[in-house]
């Protein structure tokens, strides 16, 4: 892939979409200080831990993380993370998680960081991606993904909880890759 990618969002709006790089920890604390309570509730770590982002950074290096930004008016809009496995039976399976402010959602940004992250992934000769929603709170993704090819794996009945307790559905929504787009 080529990067920096330029990008047209809705309403004529400019966007960059490039790798995170190791000096952009001051915009990543940013971003993730703008989230919001609930979002970060169902993220895998807490950005209140204070080594949350160098280790996100070290996990780039080390190549078990891809991470792209979408940045706008040069601030982080919005982030698409690609898991891998470097060993072990589920190492053709990448995992990935997109995070858009809410300022940015429904104007194409986390459609240009997921088309970029399957691309990773086919370059990295994987063979499926997953990504866990939850249902209920998580709808707007589980309809975009499923734009794409995704579907749904599996669903486990009650098994998140949001911060106020109540118990939500995790849907497991899988896409099968292809060596190239040509092969869709």
């Not at 080594?51 to 993380?65: A, Q």
């Not at 240009?112 to 992934?121: K, S, T, V």
Request: charged share 35%.
């Amino acid at each position: 892939m080529r990067y920096p990618k330029e990008c047209i969002l809705k309403e004529c709006e400019e966007a960059i979409i490039r790798p995170l790089e190791k000096g952009d920890e001051p915009l990543l604390r940013k971003f993730y200080e703008k989230t919001t309570e609930k979002e970060r509730w169902y993220m895998r770590a807490s950005i209140e831990d204070p080594d949350f982002i160098s280790k996100r950074l070290e996990d780039i290096e080390k190549g078990s993380v891809v991470s792209i930004i979408g940045l706008c008016h040069d601030e982080i809009m919005g982030i698409g993370t690609l898991y891998l496995r470097p060993f072990g039976a589920t190492r053709h399976v990448g995992r990935f998680r997109i995070i858009v402010l809410p300022e940015y959602r429904q104007k194409r940004l986390g459609t240009w960081l997921l088309l970029d992250l399957i691309q990773i992934a086919m370059d990295k000769g994987l063979e499926a991606l997953r990504t866990d929603l939850v249902v209920g709170v998580e709808d707007a993704a589980i309809e975009a993904v499923t734009k794409f090819d995704f579907f749904k794996e599996a669903v486990l009945r009650d098994y998140v909880k949001d911060p106020e307790g109540n118990r939500h559905d995790l849907v497991i929504m899988i896409k099968r890759l292809h060596r190239g787009w040509s092969d869709f």
